[in-house]
Structures are given as C-alpha cells and as structure tokens.
C-alpha cells in the first residue's frame, strides 16, 4: 500500500513538476529580452521554487540539489546582484536540461538514476559572485559543460484531466442509445422514400459512427502504462540473479480498453519474470554458448484486425523439450507413449498444465511457483490466446491475442422460444445443421442424447427444454446445432434457428439477477430490445453436462497410425452402477479382490477394509454416480463384494466396489466422446459398446476428498 | 418542520408512496424481454436509453398476488401498468405499478408504524404509512424493497 501511494504521489509530482519546467523554460528564453526579464524573473523563481519544494516530500536529493543552485542564481538575479549574460542564460538551459532528464529518469525507473551533476552545480554558484577572472574561468568551464551533456530529447506532458471511468461508461450508453435511435430512422427513410430526408439520415449515419468510435476510444489507455515499470523490475531481477539483461519495447503506444489492461496486468509481469529467472543464462553460461554476456528482452505490441498482438520474449536458453517430456511423465500428467508421440508443439504447451512447474527450486523472484496454467486462464478469462515459440539455445517467444475491449465481443444471435440469445463467439466451435433424416444419427447415452461428430461423441442440451419454454417445438424437420466448448469440455446446443455473428455490448445484469448463473450479462440488439448472452459454463452447469474432459494432449493432427498405436490401452471392464459399461486403464489397476461384507468396518461415514496388513479406504461407484444405488455396505446380508484396488499415486490406495468385473481388453481407443458426467475423464467405443473411463481421482473427490488431503500433507 | 415528498401509487387498489428522492421517472410500458428461470417477480429486463433494467413486478415481490393470479393470467410480454424507475444502493430498477398518483407532501413527524393487520412480506418492506382521511398511504423501503437477500 505504501508502495502504490508513493507511485502515485511520483506520478503527481512529475506531471506538476513537467508543467513547470515548460514554463521555467520559455521564462528563461525571455529573460534576454530586457523589456520583460523582470516578470518573467520572479515566475521562473517561483516555478523553480516550487519543483525543489516538492522534491523534499520524495527521496530525490539531487534533483533537490540542482534547482536549489538554480534557484539561488535566479535569486541573485532578482536582487540585481548580477547582470544577465548568454553564459547565465545557457547555465539555466542547461538546468532545464538536466532536470527534464532527471525527470524522464524518474518517470521510467522511479529513481533519479546514476548521473553525475556535481559540474553544473558548481558552475551555478561559481555565476553568484563576480569578478572578470571567475568570468573568464566559467566561460571555459562552460565548454567543457557543453560537451559533457547529450542532447535531451523535449519529453513534454500533453494536456489532460483526470475523467472518472463511470462517467465514460455513460457517455458510453448515451451513444449507444444515439446508434439506436439513428438505426430506426434510417428504417423510416426507407420508408418515406424523401431525398432530402434520406441524405439528413445518412449524414446522421456518419456523425453517429464517428462518435461511436470517438467515445469508445475514451476508455483506451497505452499498453506503456504497464510496461513502464518492467525496466525496474529487469534490473532488479536481473542484479538479484548475477544476469546482464536489457529490455526492448516496442510499440509501448497500443491502446487497449483499460480493464483489459488491468487483466493483461498480473501474466505480463509474471512472463518478464519468467523470462529473466528461467529463460535468460548467466553471463558465463551465455559465452560459453557464443552469445553475448547482455541477455536481451524484448516487449512488442501492435493491434491487428481488432486484436492486440503482445510478445513477450528472451535469447535464453529455450525450452528442453526432452526434459518437458520426462518431467511431465515424473509428474503422472503424461504418460511415456504420449511422450514419445508428441509433436515439439505439444511438448512446448505442456509448460501449461496445472502442477506442471519446471524451476527446479521456488525462487522468490517468481513468486510463490505460480505456474504457466495460471497465467494462461487469466488470459482466457478475457478471451485471450497464448502461444509458445522456443528455440533450444536460442530463445522462447510467448505470443498473446487479446481483444481490443471487454465491452464488444463477437457473439452468435440464436433463437429459441422465439426469443433471441447471444452465445459469445469464444465458446463458439462449430454450426450443424441436420437434415431430417440425419437426425437418426442421434443416440441416447445413458439418458443423454448424443451426436456423433467425425467420430466424437457430443453431449446435446436443448435450449427450449432448459429455459423452460413452454411452446418448445420437438418435431422440427431441420436442427440446428451450436456445437460449444468451455474449460476443458462441449457439448452441442440444440436452437431453433441460427441467425449471424454480431458485436455486441455487454451488460451487467445488476442484483437482482445475481443469482441467475445461465446468463452471462445482456445487451442491447439492433431493434432495441434487451437480448441475453447466454454464459456457456454455467449452461452446462444447469443442463447437467458439466464433467471436464482430461486435457487433449494428441493434437487432432497426428497421423493415424501413431493414433491408434499411443491410444492402444490395456482397460479393465466392469459393470458400474445400473450395469453401465465402464472401464478403467490396468496400469492403475493394482489388484482385484472378493472380499466378504462382513469384513468391511465402518469409521465415521467412510467404510474400510482390511487388506494385506493395509487399512484400505472403499468407495461404492453406486453413490458416487448413481441416486437409486444399492446399499451393499448397509445391508445386514452377508455377500462378496467384487472389489478393485486402484492407485491414483503411491501414497494412496482405495477399493473401489464395483457391479461385476467383465474382462480385460487391450483395444485402440479410436473412437473417443466427451466426459458424460462427472468422475468419468472420457467414453469410447470398446467392443463396440460406449464404455465410461473412469477418472479415479475425479472419483476420489466425490466420495470422499478428505482422502486426497491426507496425500496432500504426506 | 420536515417534510416529505412522496410520489404515490396503487397496487390492486391499495395506496402505496415512495419517497421522491429515489424515483427517477415514471414511464409508460415497455418491450420486456422475458427471463428464463430468473425468480417469478422479476417480469424481465427493458432498455432504457441504453441502459438495461430489471423490471420488478412489485405485486408479487409484496406478495399481493397469490389470491388473484389463478383467475387472471396475464400475458408477461404485454404488461399493464406502469414502470417507476427507482434508484437506491446505486442500484436503478423499474418497478411495476397499476396506477400512479399524485405527489403528495406530509409532515415527516405524522408517520406511524405500519398498520398492524398487515403481515409478512409487505410489511418487512414498508418504511412505515401516514394517516388519511380514508384510510393509510403505505410508504415503502427502498432499500428494503430491492434487497434480493430478504427472507420471510
């Protein structure tokens, strides 16, 4: 908190302190002028007196310093101590100079940074006295002056004030009712068919856009405003870690909507960190590889087609694909047939997967180890992509796609009930339209209709039935579906009709709809009235399809043939609750057992066994997955149970009661669907049957997650 | 001596008032579009100059309407009455009236407590009533009135 206030005031201090210095200057210029020295004297005293005033609230002491001599001239001059000289006039030039840069300094690092001014200090109290000899002196030392400083480029603040964001957020609406009121009177002039009237709604037409475009462009902020800090931040990192880094920006001038800046905030830093800790080598490190010992970092932005381009990269080391690959088997997210059937781009984004972290040791430099799945999600939350591109020994590039605003997204405008909806294009995959006779292709799984598209089987939802419309048409001729994904899943959305993609503003729905999780916001469609926008998560949620699928490692590029052969699983079938088909991977499959009921003790709510000197917690598969289950552990009938001992790692082992254990099979699983419901990670189609995989820890979970805690502080 | 300015209204008949400070205007009827599974005495949302509303049927928010919606069903896209635009917890809603009356102005020290045969909901939400010559004005809680959070 002391941190950002401290900046704040800095931020205050220079926009003030610029202001003076512009004035200082053309006062200094005018004292040549004898007419009007005298004013433009006492002005650029107090102007200088002001900045050294606010110096002392802030830890600038040679800023201090120089307009303290300066003002102690400028004093002598307004007592008429002392005759105005061109050697004067340049000393205070030179003034100007230096705190402008001191100023620029301050503004980029918020230090004054490493300068030595001690010369022009004492030049400025060797003015105060008089004497020809002292003259004579400083009229050389002022050469030498001269050529000690650099040309200073005039960084000068441009006007502003300070507008709240609510009150552009107004405007923001006010032009938007304008857009409205325009667009139904262009419908009127089709109408009228009166010339002049169609050219005063034309000429409406073009004022209107343009203001559109003005008043949108209020709420954009330059991308420099997060980039200004990480300068400070390379140096620190890099003096911490004994690195040589510098930093390139380019195109610090992108503007951005302000509260995608504030997103963007958070990943960016953590990527500049990244870069510097991980990416870029010691010095040493780099000679040996033939580089030079100053790493660089370079920040690049540029807006393109409506989006923002941001890269973010270093000359490191780039990524170790083959350690990717082993630390990612170590870490139980792939396994070694997947490994050796990644392509590199797969290999590259496995940086992203939750746990995956590939610093050896947590530094404090980044942080507490949040990982790239982090900054990945925080991206996407705002409708961003992220890319890697990594060059071993050369350098890694990330690549990010974020929107121009939050406020205008592209959305599908569907119907259904005879109301329109907004679904946001980023959850948008694929259109289907299905023929009458194609709807054959429509299964039941499991009480939930699938389609099966090219082989994948996606769940359906239909919208009429979740919004509860009551004139819900179920005989249509043709369907429509809007196949979607959100997280790790999708599903297909059955409307009515399908109309096209438009830019829509998003608004909140305010408290009294706060509770309503099927509707991400609303908006304001072309005739005037409120359309929804649906949000497809919590979608998903209320139709019930809300299982995550495991992360697609396989890229839908990979070939046939290394499909079938990294996908050839050995599974263990078994009847689930009502003699669902389900089946699990043998490799976590650790033993089978019968175990009599009797043997089985209850601990508070969890049952347990005991089983080769083991105490082995159960889980019923009926209770996890279904509601009319069959209480085996409950009844008072002695029976066998049919037990299967898994374990998700080595710490932890749970019995798991299933129905009946079928077979085991080693098959391709060439034909893969989505989760059906949750604790299942995936179906497929073994022996011709659609099987649910389960997802053990996913299972685990739902029973009992106590029992993944008690790993978790092992 | 304080006083206050309500702007009144009725519901089925029975006086209602608000304070004027909260009512922003009173418009005419608007397009509404419909809210899937929102709760049942939210009619929908209207656009209003740009800005989006929820439109409050404030009869089934004071639960009024259970006695008469069995025999009169009213189609929710073409609602009757009025929307009074209140603002209150920086918070702008419509709320959906049958009539509007008068402004009328009280002397603040008159009001009293609700009557004591009202009950539940509607009591939870009155600011308390003044007296008239025929009967009570029932001045309503703005705040009160919007809280999505309060219960029976």
Same mark, same amino acid.
């Given at each position: 908190m002391e941190l950002t206030e401290i900046d704040d005031d800095i931020e205050a201090f220079l926009v003030e302190s610029y202001e003076n210095l512009n004035q200082i200057e053309r006062d200094i210029i005018d004292l040549e002028k004898a007419s009007v020295h005298k004013e433009a004297l006492a002005r650029t005293y107090r102007s200088l007196h002001t900045l050294k005033g606010n110096c002392g609230f802030l830890p600038f002491p040679k800023l201090e310093s120089i307009a303290h001599a300066g003002e102690n001239l400028l004093s002598c001059l307004r007592d008429r101590q002392l005759v105005i000289t061109p050697q004067i006039i340049s000393a205070l030039l030179q003034t100007v100079d230096s705190i402008r840069q001191i100023l620029s300094q301050i503004a980029t690092t918020k230090q004054e940074g490493d300068r030595d001014y001690s010369v022009l200090i004492t030049i400025l109290n060797q003015l105060q006295s008089q004497g020809e000899n002292t003259q004579a002196a400083t009229t050389d030392e002022f050469i030498d002056l001269n050529s000690e400083f650099s040309p200073v480029s005039n960084l000068t603040a441009s006007p502003h004030i300070r507008v709240n964001v609510n009150l552009l957020d107004q405007v923001i609406n006010l032009v938007g009712e304008v857009v409205l009121a325009r667009n139904q009177l262009i419908g009127f002039s089709t109408k009228f068919k009166d010339n002049n009237f169609a050219a005063t709604c034309q000429h409406l037409? $073009?004022?209107?856009?343009? *203001?559109? %475009?003005?008043?949108?462009?209020? @709420?954009?902020? !330059?991308?420099?405003?997060?980039?200004?800090? +990480?300068? @400070?931040?390379? @140096?620190? *990192?890099?003096?911490? !870690? =004994?690195?040589q880094v510098q930093i390139e920006m380019e195109g610090a001038d992108t503007e951005l909507d302000k509260s995608i800046i504030e997103a963007i905030k958070d990943p960016l830093t953590h990527l500049v960190r990244n870069c510097i800790d991980h990416g870029i080598e010691l010095p040493a490190e780099r000679v040996a590889a033939g580089k030079p010992t100053l790493g660089r970092l370079f920040l690049k932005a540029v807006h393109e087609s409506g989006k923002v381009n941001i890269e973010i990269g270093d000359d490191g080391r780039g990524l170790d694909l083959e350690q990717l690959k082993k630390r990612?088997?170590?870490? =139980? *997210? $792939?396994?070694?047939?997947?490994?050796?059937?990644? !392509?590199? +781009? %797969?290999?590259?984004? /496995?940086? +992203? /997967?939750? =746990? +995956? !972290?590939?610093?050896p040791q947590v530094t404090h430099l980044s942080g507490r180890g949040v990982g790239m799945d982090i900054v990945k999600s925080n991206i996407e939350k705002i409708n961003g992509t992220i890319e890697i591109d990594s060059q071993q020994g050369q350098g890694t590039t990330f690549k990010i796609k974020i929107p121009l605003t939050l406020a205008i997204i592209p959305a599908l405008i569907v119907t259904s009930g005879g109301d329109r909806y907004a679904i946001p294009q980023a959850n948008l995959q694929e259109l289907v339209r299905l023929e009458a006779q194609a709807q054959n292709t429509i299964e039941m799984f499991y009480d939930v209709p699938v389609y099966r598209l090219r082989g994948n089987l996606v769940p359906l939802v239909y919208l009429n039935q979740v919004l509860q419309h009551q004139n819900s048409v179920t005989d249509l001729e043709i369907l429509s579906l809007v196949i979607v994904q959100v997280d790790n899943y999708r599903f297909g959305l059955v409307v009515d009709t399908i109309e096209d993609i438009q830019d829509i503003v998003v608004k909140p729905l305010g408290k009294q709809l706060k509770a309503l999780s099927l509707f991400a916001g609303a908006t304001i469609l072309g005739d005037g009235t409120v359309g929804l926008i649906i949000d497809v998560g919590g979608l998903g949620n209320v139709s019930g399809i809300t299982a995550k699928q495991k992360q697609q490692l396989l890229s839908e590029n990979t070939t046939n043939n290394q499909e079938q052969t990294s996908d050839r699983q050995t599974i263990l079938l078994f009847a689930g609750p009502e003699n669902a088909p389900m089946g699990i991977p043998l490799a976590i499959a650790f033993r089978l057992e019968n175990i009599l009921s009797s043997a089985v003790e209850k601990v508070g709510n969890q049952y347990f066994v005991q089983s080769y000197s083991r105490v082995l917690p159960l889980i019923e598969l009926d209770k996890v997955f279904s509601h009319n289950h069959q209480h085996y552990l409950d009844d008072q009938v002695a029976q066998t149970l049919q037990i299967i001992i898994v374990s998700p790692n080595s710490e932890l082992s749970v019995g798991l009661i299933v129905n009946r254990i079928l077979d085991i099979v080693e098959e391709p699983l060439t034909i893969k669907g989505v989760a059906s419901r949750p604790g299942i990670a995936f179906c497929a189609v073994i022996r011709g049957q659609i099987t649910e995989i389960l997802d053990i820890e996913a299972v685990i979970r739902i029973a009992n997650p106590h029992l993944l805690q008690l790993t978790t502080h092992g | 001596m304080v006083e206050q300015q309500i702007c009144t209204f009725f519901l089925k008949e029975v006086y209602f008032g608000i304070d004027v400070q909260h009512v922003q205007e009173v418009i005419r009827p608007q397009a509404i579009t419909h809210i899937p599974l929102a709760p049942s005495d939210i009619c929908g949302l209207i656009n209003l100059r740009g800005q989006i509303i929820a439109v409050i049927d404030l009869q089934a928010r004071l639960k009024m309407s259970e006695p008469q919606t069995q025999l009169t069903t009213k189609p929710v896209d073409q609602p009757e009455g009025f929307n009074m635009i209140v603002c209150a917890d920086d918070e702008v809603v419509s709320l959906l009236v049958d009539q509007v009356g008068d402004v009328l102005q009280f002397p603040q020290n008159t009001l009293q407590p609700p009557p004591a045969t009202l009950k539940g909901r509607m009591r939870q939400m009155l600011a308390g009533a003044y007296p008239l010559s025929d009967g009570f004005l029932l001045v309503l809680d703005p705040k009160k009135t919007l809280n999505v959070n309060l219960t029976e």
């Open positions: 037409s $073009v004022i209107t856009s343009q *203001l559109q %475009e003005k008043v949108m462009k209020t @709420r954009l902020q !330059s991308i420099s405003t997060i980039w200004q800090k +990480f300068p @400070r931040v390379t @140096r620190d *990192l890099a003096t911490a !870690s =004994g690195k990612s088997q170590q870490l =139980g *997210l $792939v396994s070694a047939a997947q490994a050796a059937a990644m !392509s590199d +781009f %797969e290999a590259i984004n /496995l940086i +992203f /997967l939750p =746990g +995956f !972290s590939t610093a | -």
